[in-house]
């Protein structure tokens, strides 16, 4: 009766703690810097690397860590593409959507990856290893159309290209295509 009382509360409260070896991570990191705040973007990082994405929880949880609120650190998260509020695949296709990528036919390639894949923009598989999502410019306008695949960027992209890069995920590692 405890034990499942235990695992229901577990299931619901929505808590988020560093495992023993992230703990010694963040230590590890505060340690690197002259303030708290300046950490913050790397304590993200390890944040977002232990729960894989930054729900409402993890970021109350560190902005205690932190000495900040939650809206200070959320704002940061917002900032930043790099960061997930909601979980991913693992393969997090990042299709840029903004001019020189959308004149280069972006959403056309966004399109066959969604219906390659069946979901929606904004969806994940339901095998968890694939998300697609829309996202402003990448930064790399001279090499449209990009994708950025987790941290990594897939540039002057062709369906051909494309197809390369979605078989090579599923073969469990991206590739340049
Ligand atoms: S418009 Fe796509 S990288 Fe800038």
């Not at 990082?45 to 932190?66: C, N, R, W």
């Amino acid at each position: 009766m405890s034990q499942h009382h235990s695992s229901t509360a577990q299931a619901y409260s929505k808590e988020v703690q560093f495992s023993e070896k992230t703990m010694t991570e963040f230590k590890n990191i505060l340690a690197k810097y002259d303030s708290k705040r300046s950490a913050l973007l790397p304590v993200l990082h390890l944040t977002q690397d232990e729960f894989g994405h930054l729900s409402d929880e993890a970021i109350v949880y560190v902005a205690k860590l932190m000495d900040l609120s939650p809206a200070q650190v959320l704002e940061v998260v917002s900032f930043y593409h790099m960061f997930h509020r909601h979980p991913v695949g693992q393969h997090h296709l990042q299709f840029c959507v903004t001019l020189s990528c959308w004149m280069n036919g972006s959403h056309q390639l966004m399109k066959s990856t969604c219906s390659r894949l069946g979901i929606r923009a904004g969806e994940t598989t339901a095998d968890g290893k694939f998300s697609v999502v829309g996202v402003e410019c990448l930064g790399s306008c001279g090499s449209a159309p990009v994708v950025q695949v987790n941290e990594t960027y897939y540039e002057n992209l062709t369906p051909e290209k494309l197809n390369r890069l979605i078989a090579s995920c599923k073969d469990g590692e991206p590739r340049q295509p």
